[in-house]
């Protein structure tokens, strides 16, 4: 018996990374798996990749997050193929424009409010719809702790994610007469492709970036995909019945509050 059994749960932004490792560990606890993401390709091999190793049902609808019509047809390309929507993890982020802030763009602002902040909105509106008349839903929000603590040159990105917070707070308090459950999950540093990028992008050596984000933990590690999808799984199982409108650190202890 998964913990999952029965479940139809939708992840965004699970192409890659953390999001593919929620999917992936969802549908070997039982769940019905619909996956989603901007690159169409790349979805569909994740999605096989998910099948291949769990056997179980996965479905991938590509799209923008960030366009309403798109949300719209997911969830009810959802419907229709699995029947309901149990949870929902909203995954998908951009890093955005990097610089300080009087060097960025307000197109590359947007941007990252668009995908980061107004993606997650939809998503939650539109499943919200599904999981209220039956009185039960889990919504966990993927953040970061970037989000809480000053970071040099990442404010597009900085300023979604702690919108985020806000949003699952408030949708925590409007939700909670229905038994839906949403909270935050914030990683710290993650050995992924984000971690790549971003030390691409500041100029800095991957490994030694890596050693900098690991001597800033006190377990002096990092973060792998599995560990956050291990804490998603507990955040929408039943065991999390009593927790909402919380915000967990992932992060190996780099920001403890």
């Given amino acids: 018996m998964g913990k999952l059994d029965g479940r139809v749960a939708v992840v965004t932004g699970a192409n890659v990374g953390i999001g593919k490792a929620i999917a992936m560990l969802f549908s070997q606890e039982g769940a019905s798996v619909a996956i989603t993401a901007r690159r169409a390709e790349m979805l569909e091999a994740a999605a096989q990749e998910i099948r291949d190793a769990t056997g179980g049902k ?14 719209v047809g997911l969830f009810e390309k959802v419907v229709a193929d699995f029947g309901t929507v149990d949870i929902l993890v909203n995954n998908a982020a951009i890093a955005g424009e990097f610089g300080n802030i009087w060097e960025l763009s307000a197109e590359g602002f947007l941007q990252a409010l668009e995908v980061n902040l107004m993606g997650p909105f939809l998503n939650t509106r539109e499943a919200a719809k599904i999981m209220i008349p039956k009185k039960e839903g889990k919504i966990v929000n ?38 839906i459950n949403v909270n935050v999950l914030s990683p710290g540093g993650v050995d992924n492709d984000r971690m790549t990028e971003l030390s691409e992008r500041w100029g800095l050596d991957r490994g030694e970036f890596k050693a900098a984000v690991e001597a800033a933990s006190p377990l002096n590690r990092v973060s792998e995909n599995e560990d956050l999808a291990n804490v998603a799984l507990f955040l929408v199982s039943d065991e999390a019945r009593n927790i909402t409108g919380f915000d967990l650190n992932c992060d190996a202890g780099v920001f403890p509050v």
Avoid: F, W
């Avoid at 799209?63 to 798109?70: F, L």
């Fill in 142 to 179: 993927i953040g970061s702790i970037s989000g809480k603590r000053p970071l040099a040159t990442r404010t597009p990105y900085t300023t979604s994610k702690l919108g985020l917070v806000g949003m699952t707070r408030t949708a925590a308090v409007e939700l909670g007469a229905h038994n």
């Fill in 58 to 71: 996965v479905l991938a609808v590509p799209g923008d997050g960030a366009v309403e019509a798109n949300v």
